[in-house]
């Protein structure tokens, strides 16, 4: 049976650029280790969700959405 995992952002930038940004700014020592993606959101708003345990592991998800 298929899931489907909505997502709402935590927080929301104007740009795809501001978004990443954002995440390399919190996350610039550790940035080799963690996987993201930059979604858009319906009102045209970009916000970062990373992937995998290593950024549960480094406390991302206090910033950002992630998927583990």
Known sequence: ML???ELEA???YASKGNAVKA???L???CLSD???IVYQNEEGR???VFI???AIRAGVHFHFN???
Do not use: N
């Open 46 to 48: 970009y916000f970062p």
């Open 66 to 68: 992630v998927l583990g």
């Open 3 to 5: 899931k489907l995992i």
């Open 52 to 54: 995998g345990h290593e």
């Open 23 to 25: 995440a390399e700014k």
């Open 34 to 36: 963690l996987r993201y």
């Open 10 to 12: 935590k927080r929301t």
């Open 27 to 29: 996350y610039r020592d």
